[in-house]
């Protein structure tokens, strides 16, 4: 047999059992900036919250090998934080960077820095 099949033409990739790929980027940034602006904590000391998804760059796909799932992902987010001390009625701002969220990284790979604007004096509504 020269492995034609006249239903399914060449029959090299049959209702995709052999591999198949779904763009998950768009729906993925959409997961981030929700769950990120929906951070708030407030405590004894204070309180702060996420105030603005400023970098979400990466991308994610979900594949199918064979009927095996799987998930590609790379990703570098930004954000602004902003709060205030229990002591003191000043705004309080800054930047989190988050690098190399990614599928082949563990949590303690995943890179995280955090700063404070020396300048804390942007609009902050903390609730």
Known sequence: SSGI??????????NNWHWSE??????SKKFFKEKF?????????????????TKCEGEASVNNRKGKVIYFF???????WCGKTATSNDNITGKIIIENISEENTEDEIDITTRQNKDGNELCNTG
């Open 22 to 27: 779904v763009d998950a980027s768009g729906p």
């Open 74 to 80: 790379e990703w570098n987010i930004e954000l602004k």
């Open 5 to 14: 099949n006249a239903e399914y033409g060449d029959a090299k990739n049959v």
């Open 37 to 53: 602006l929906a951070l708030t904590e407030t405590g004894s000391e204070g309180s702060v919250r996420i105030s603005e998804v």
